[in-house]
């Protein structure tokens, strides 16, 4: 069941796809009904679940369930997963790259492979304060605290070395 995305319990679930480019306004309107329509009917053993999204910067596909009284199983995340990978190709963007960050520097958001934000913090154009967007957030209260966070507080740090 479909609910609007701030309505959503604080502790909802939450999965973060970071797409490797940003969306033009008519994929994200093609996409919004995408995901619309999957979310007005993700169901968990026949039970509807509470669930929602939001594209975010035209980059990031933010899908959330509230499991506070049904938790997703294997075969509705599944579901989910398989609509994502449909994204992918229909749009022909990645989605699953979890090696390719995504950062903000003088207020521009941008995304690199690992080696080339290695490269940028190597020569002083990125540092530990710069903001990169840690999806591997888990719920949606994380998303204000944790999502967009110091390279130096987020889990990239041990990819960095930093």
Not at 39 to 64: D, N, R
Not at 73 to 79: E, F, H, L, N
């Amino acid at each position: 069941m479909y609910i609007p995305f701030e309505s959503l319990n604080s502790e909802s679930r939450l999965w973060i796809y970071q797409a490797n480019r940003i969306f033009t306004e008519e994929e994200q309107l093609e996409i919004n009904d995408l995901l619309k329509r999957f979310c007005e009917v993700w169901e968990v053993h026949g039970q509807a679940l509470p669930t929602s999204f939001q594209i975010k910067y035209g980059q990031f596909i933010m899908l959330s369930a509230d499991e506070s009284n049904l938790k997703a199983s294997g075969c509705s995340i599944d579901s989910s997963v398989r609509l994502i990978k449909e994204i992918e190709q229909k749009f022909a963007v990645s989605l699953f790259d979890r090696l390719n960050i995504a950062y903000r520097l003088n207020g521009k958001l941008d995304a690199c492979p690992i080696n080339e934000f290695k490269a940028l913090l190597t020569s002083g154009v990125a540092n530990k304060e710069t903001i990169v967007f840690n999806n591997m957030v888990e719920s949606k209260k994380d998303l204000d605290y944790n999502w967009e966070v110091p390279v130096q507080n987020s889990w990239h740090k041990q990819l960095l070395s930093i």
